[in-house]
C-alpha cells in the first residue's frame, strides 16, 4: 500500500561527499560525520497537506556545512515530482501562529524574591525516473528494488551514508518506496536557510516515516504544519506530542492549501526506540487550539497593590474599632483597670 511520506528531514537524512549529519538537534537520521566534517540543520519545518489520492511536502530547511557539498536522501512512497516551493507560505504560518494576548488583573503584585523557577554490492541499481536542477540544488527521484544497489549508486555519485542509516534504507526499499536524492553543491562552505522544497506523489494513506531516525545520535524532534478539510491528530504515541495550533486557515496563503490548519510538535525520548512510521489520522472533531500569552496586569493604587492596600486599610480599621471598644470599656467600668 502507498503511503503518505510527511517528510521534514526525520525521514531524510543529511549526506554528502563523506559528510553526514552529526549529533545534536537534527531531527534526520544521520550519524557522526567523517573525517571531522560538520553539517547541522539549524531549522526544519514542512507543509503537508493530502487530497485523498496525492500528497504534497513542502520541506524547508536551514543548514550549518563546514562543506559546500551537502545533500539529503528523502524516502517517499511512490515516485516524487520535485520542484521549488514558495518561501511566502512559511511567513503566512508565522503570522497564523501569532498567539491572541489576554489579560488577567492580579490584584495581589509578587510575594516572593523576584525570582522565577522554572556484502558485495548488489546487482540492481536504482532506476533514475527525474533529474531537475532547483538554483544550486540538484534533484534526482529514484526507485530502487535493492538497498545494496541504491547504497552502492549513492555513493558513487557523492553521498556518504553512514551504516547505521544504510540498514534503515533496506526496509523502505522492501516496501517499495521511492527515494529522492537532493544535492547542494556550492564552491564554500555554506550557512544558511535553503528555498523550499516541494515534493509531491501518489499516496493513499497519511503516515509521517519515522524509521530513518533510529539512527539519529541524539532524540528527534519535529514539527508538521498539516493542511486539510478537518483537523489531523497523531494516532500514535511519540514520548512528546503537544498541538500547538488547531482551526480554520485564515491567512490568504495558508487557507490556499487548505480550510483547516494543524500544528503539531512531536519528540523522542530515544532515538533507538523508534521502530514505525507515525499514523496520522483525521480527528474525531475539528475543535480548536490557539496558542496564548497571559499578560499580567497588576492593579495598582501609588505603587501598591490594590488587594494589599485593601487588606492593609482593613486592618488598620479592625485595630482602631477594637482600639475603640476597649477604651470605651474601660472608661464604663474604671475598677476593670
Known amino acids: 500500500m502507498r503511503r503518505v511520506a510527511a517528510t521534514l ?14 549529533a545534536g538537534a537534527c531531527a534526520c537520521g544521520g550519524a557522526a560525520p567523517p573525517d571531522g566534517a560538520q553539517v547541522t540543520v539549524d531549522h526544519e519545518v514542512a507543509i503537508v497537506r493530502w487530497d485523498g489520492d496525492r500528497e504534497e511536502i513542502v520541506m524547508r530547511l536551514a543548514l550549518s556545512a563546514d562543506t559546500g557539498n551537502t545533500g539529503l536522501v528523502v524516502p517517499t512512497p511512490s515516485p516524487a515530482t520535485v520542484a521549488l516551493g514558495d518561501a511566502a507560505v512559511f511567513d503566512a504560518l508565522e503570522r497564523q501562529l501569532e498567539p491572541v494576548i489576554v489579560s488577567e488583573w492580579d490584584w495581589w503584585g509578587d510575594f516572593g524574591d523576584g525570582s522565577s523557577s522554572g556484502g558485495a554490492p548488489g546487482e540492481c541499481g536504482p532506476q533514475i525516473l527525474d533529474q531537475v536542477q532547483l538554483g544550486p540544488i540538484e534533484a534526482t527521484t529514484l526507485a530502487a528494488d535493492d538497498a545494496e544497489g541504491l547504497t552502492q549508486w549513492l555513493e558513487e555519485n557523492g553521498y556518504a551514508l553512514p551504516e547505521p542509516v544504510v540498514a534503515q534504507l533496506a ?19 555554506f550557512a544558511g536557510e535553503l528555498d523550499p522544497i516541494r515534493f509531491t506523489f501518489d499516496a493513499d494513506e497519511l503516515v509521517y516515516p519515522m524509521r530513518m531516525s533510529a539512527a539519529a545520535p541524539s532524540p528527534p524532534s519535529v514539527r508538521l504544519y498539516l493542511l486539510g478539510d478537518h483537523r489531523f491528530d497523531v494516532a500514535s504515541s511519540p514520548a512528546y506530542r503537544e498541538v500547538v495550533f488547531a482551526g480554520p486557515a485564515t ?25 514505525r512510521d507515525i499514523a496520522i489520522a483525521r480527528s474525531a472533531d475539528d475543535s480548536t487550539v490557539t496558542p496564548t500569552i497571559v499578560r499580567t496586569e ?4 501609588a505603587g501598591v497593590p490594590l488587594g494589599r492596600l ?26 476593670a483597670r
Open 298 to 301: 497588576v492593579v495598582e493604587v
Open 310 to 335: 485593601v487588606v492593609g486599610v482593613a486592618v488598620v480599621i479592625v485595630i482602631v474599632v477594637l482600639g475603640a471598644l476597649l477604651l470605651a470599656r474601660r472608661r464604663a467600668n474604671p475598677q
Open 251 to 275: 491567512e490568504p496563503a495558508v487557507a490556499a492549501l487548505g480550510a483547516y490548519l494543524t500544528v503539531v510538535e512531536l519528540g523522542f525520548a530515544d532515538a533507538a526506540t523508534i521502530d
Open 9 to 22: 528531514g526525520l525521514a531524510a537524512t543529511l549526506v554528502a561527499g563523506g559528510i553526514a549529519a552529526p
Open 171 to 189: 526496509p523502505y526499499v522492501d516496501e517499495g518506496w521511492s527515494f529522492v536524492a537532493l544535492k547542494l553543491v556550492a564552491d564554500v562552505p
